[in-house]
């Protein structure tokens, strides 16, 4: 499986964009970039993904790299409720659903 | 209504003895599947089901038996547990093997 860096953790304020970095020099043309996150005692929850182009829902938007080897989940305006562990995970479309969770980022967010 | 539902929230038990943990979901999904989150929070998938036949089996020791009676329902059967099986299992569906996974709110089992 290709691998994905993210930085251990980051912090924020409330109500200020939030750019999470994800590295994954790897990737292969099949691959999809998903972004979960996880809150605190919950299963991960689905947030974004994208294959090449930049994405945008009502959650967050992903801004993919001209190379694909990297790509950012943009959080626009932090609340404390988006404090959680975020995963970037690549998977090609051949991989079943086969979801390889790495450490992740852990995202604080301050009041 | 939940989407993803998990039975038992918490489940502590002695060595060698054997549980099963429920997982149901209501959103028509064709596949499933199970995940282990160890003490040191790595999420790993274990099983994946889709329309009732195995897809993915990772290693995992063949004391872990999963379970789909019908495409609502994957359960997990553990037999002889051990200390080492104490983690968070979680269950999750999809669509389809390339879609969105939604999650269940876990089973902490907690063997001693």
């Known amino acids: 499986d290709a691998k994905t860096t993210q930085p251990n953790s980051m912090e924020s304020n409330e109500e200020e964009p939030v750019h999470l970095p994800c590295n994954h020099s790897t990737i292969s043309g099949t691959d999809y970039i998903h972004w979960y996150r996880q809150l605190p005692s919950q299963g991960p929850e689905y947030v974004i993904h994208g294959l090449t182009s930049n994405v945008n829902n009502r959650m967050a938007s992903l801004a993919i790299a001209e190379d694909r080897k990297s790509s950012t989940l943009i959080l626009h305006r932090a609340t404390l409720r988006d404090a959680a562990v975020y995963y970037c995970i690549l998977s090609p479309r051949t991989s079943y659903g086969k979801l390889t969770f790495g450490q992740g980022t852990i995202l604080t967010v301050h009041p | 209504d939940t989407a993803v539902s998990q039975t038992p929230k918490y489940l502590v038990t002695q060595m060698g003895n054997d549980k099963s943990i429920k997982c149901e979901q209501n959103?028509?999904?064709?596949?499933m599947y199970w995940y282990k989150q160890d003490s040191k929070k790595f999420l790993k998938i274990m099983f994946s089901y889709n329309n009732k036949e195995l897809i993915i089996n990772e290693t995992v020791p063949n004391r872990f038996s999963p379970k789909s009676p019908d495409k609502a329902h994957l359960n997990l059967h553990i037999n002889s547990l051990e200390l080492g099986d104490s983690a968070v299992y979680f269950c999750?569906?999809?669509?389809?093997?390339?879609?969105?996974?939604?999650f269940g709110p876990g089973t902490r089992l907690t063997v001693l």
């Open positions: 999750a569906s999809s669509g389809g093997v390339t879609d969105t996974q939604y």
């Open positions: 959103l028509g999904h064709d596949t």
